[in-house]
């Protein structure tokens, strides 16, 4: 029986980050690939955590333009 909990809890982990990478936006993160703003790598994390960018669609990209996470060496400019 433990072996079968072990499986599931295993499935539920590699489900969680299929559905998360379902969901990122393989566009905005190609442009974003390589980047780093502060020592941090710019990502969904960063975006979302770090720059405080709400999860929705159809954003004014010249507002989100002025955050100043997102200007500066190696971002926008």
């Not at 295993?10 to 980050?17: M, R, V």
């Not at 998360?20 to 393989?26: G, I, K, Q, W």
């Not at 442009?31 to 960063?46: I, L, P, R």
């Not at 979302?48 to 960018?53: E, L, P, S, V």
């Amino acid at each position: 029986m433990r072996k079968f909990y072990m499986f599931s809890a295993a499935l539920l982990i590699i489900a969680a980050f299929s559905i998360a990478n379902l969901m990122a936006n393989p566009e905005i993160m190609k442009k974003h690939a390589g980047k780093s703003k502060d020592g941090k790598n710019v990502n969904c994390m960063y975006c979302h955590n770090t720059a405080k960018i709400e999860k929705k669609g159809g954003q004014n990209k010249q507002a989100l333009m002025k955050k100043p996470e997102c200007l500066g060496s190696g971002c926008h400019k």
